[in-house]
């Protein structure tokens, strides 16, 4: 079992133990109307000075008051230990139903009780109505909760009170104090990305000296770009995050780079798949990049967007409501992308596609080359590596000269030629397989054949 899996249990077992007592005295206040029961103010929560969990950390990074930490545990107890509230389906014997101060729901599959706002500011404060009124402001967006997205209100049904809406722990800090890993959501309609990795190294990535210096300058401000906005006093000086432009042929290393770049620094990317996103529902863009952005705010995530020129393009002239949303969803875009802290790649095969307004928000803008005939050269002596064995005849460096292939086409032959020589049987790669995988390449990109 992790090690983090085995601390974080002990610390919301703790967690868990002072909320009950609270919630048990808050009870006994109100409804018992029992003067001598302790003030829930007094019941302290669990000491976690020397606490090495993940879940401790957490209170720590964000200095959790005591009543911060105790709606971090009444939105993890659903989960956890959904038994614990079920004293509160506590019928009201004036009125034979719940109790109105205790709020909460039930859900549509689960049988417990599922708390609100309301539930959590009555435990709180009781019928105070002045620090109730204090309390609501933990749930406003200003607040770390929401900033963050540790958890929040859902939105309660049309005329009802705000604090109806249930109380939600985020997926990500679910995952991270019980678990202890990183949530990776799974790509789907509900989230349109897919996280990208590679067993590649920066060796197998083949670019020009240029190139690879620009690389190592979104690496570096990977690494330091925090120490510069902070410890540098640049936070007033420059906007947050870093915006890099990819431009270049199809195969040139565009995607390998974005990858390796994540990998090096240890952060997961993450591919938008505009399809997914783009909608022909005025609003439902703006909600789909809003999601992908709010959790990758919170994960430190990098953003890639590949063919970006197919939403960021050009922007068109305003002659129906069609254009005016389109135009709408770029200014969207442009703003959250200049309000992400961490870093957005747009990669696209024709930079003069996108819009103008693009380009001056970048830092960097990288352009990627086909290989010259070095480049080239070294692609291939890379792709043929153990068990494959070339054939005597084959002459790799008459290949790279005569004909100009990209990386990724190079990567296309060596598994058409792989492939025939496994049909064979043979783990020896024949000059005519290679010839003929070239041929097939050409082909896709229209060019003459030889």
Not at 218 to 225: A, D, F, K, N, S
Not at 328 to 354: C, H, M, W
Request: proline share 4%; net charge negative.
């Amino acid at each position: 079992m992790p090690s983090s899996l085995i601390a974080n249990s002990a610390t919301a077992d703790n967690e868990l133990r002072w909320f009950s007592e609270v919630a048990v005295a808050r009870g006994a206040i109100s409804f018992g109307q029992d003067a001598q029961e302790q003030p829930i103010e007094t019941i302290l929560p669990p000491d976690i000075t020397n606490d090495t969990s993940l879940y401790a950390d957490t209170i720590r990074k964000f200095h959790m008051s005591f009543e911060e930490r105790f709606i971090l545990a009444l939105a993890l107890i659903p989960h956890l230990r959904p038994e614990m509230l079920d004293m509160l389906f506590l019928k009201n014997p004036a009125t034979d139903r719940l109790y109105t101060e205790l709020g909460g729901q039930k859900g549509t599959v689960h049988n417990g009780y599922l708390p609100t706002g309301e539930t959590a500011v009555f435990l709180l404060a009781g019928y105070q109505l002045r620090q109730r009124i204090e309390l609501m402001a933990l749930f406003d967006e200003n607040h770390y909760f929401y900033r963050h997205n540790l958890l929040k209100l859902q939105s309660a049904a049309p005329g009802e009170p705000r604090l109806s809406g249930a109380l939600a722990i985020s997926a990500e800090y679910l995952t991270l104090l019980t678990t202890g890993e990183s949530y990776r959501p799974d790509f789907g309609a509900g989230f349109p990305a897919k996280r990208l990795t590679t067993s590649l190294e920066w060796s197998d990535l083949v670019v020009s000296e240029d190139i690879l210096d620009e690389l190592d300058e979104v690496r570096v401000w990977l690494q330091h770009g925090q120490a510069l906005l902070n410890d540098w006093g640049f936070k007033g000086k420059v906007k947050p995050g870093f915006r890099v432009l990819f431009s270049g042929p199809p195969g040139t290393g565009k995607t390998l780079a974005a990858t390796l770049l994540g990998k090096s620094v240890h952060r997961d990317l993450y591919r938008i798949d505009l399809s997914m996103v783009v909608s022909k529902y005025i609003g439902e863009t703006e909600k789909n990049l809003a999601n992908v952005f709010d959790k990758a705010e919170n994960s430190e995530w990098i953003l890639f967007f590949d063919e970006a020129d197919a939403l960021f393009g050009k922007r068109t002239s305003t002659s129906d409501a069609h254009d005016r949303h389109a135009n709408q969803e770029v200014s969207y875009l442009l703003q959250r992308i200049e309000d992400f802290p961490g870093l957005v790649i747009l990669a696209t095969n024709f930079k003069s596609n996108l819009d103008e307004a693009f380009a001056r928000r970048f830092q960097l803008s990288i352009n990627f080359q086909k290989p010259d005939f070095e480049q080239r050269l070294r692609l291939w002596h890379n792709a043929f590596t153990p068990p494959c064995e070339l054939a005597p005849e084959v002459n790799l460096e008459k290949i790279a000269y005569e004909h100009e292939l990209t990386g990724a086409a190079i990567m296309n032959v060596l598994r058409y030629c792989s492939l025939r020589a496994l049909e064979k049987g043979t783990t020896v790669i024949a000059s005519h397989d290679i010839l003929r995988g070239i041929r097939k390449e050409m082909q896709k990109e229209g060019k003459n054949v030889f």
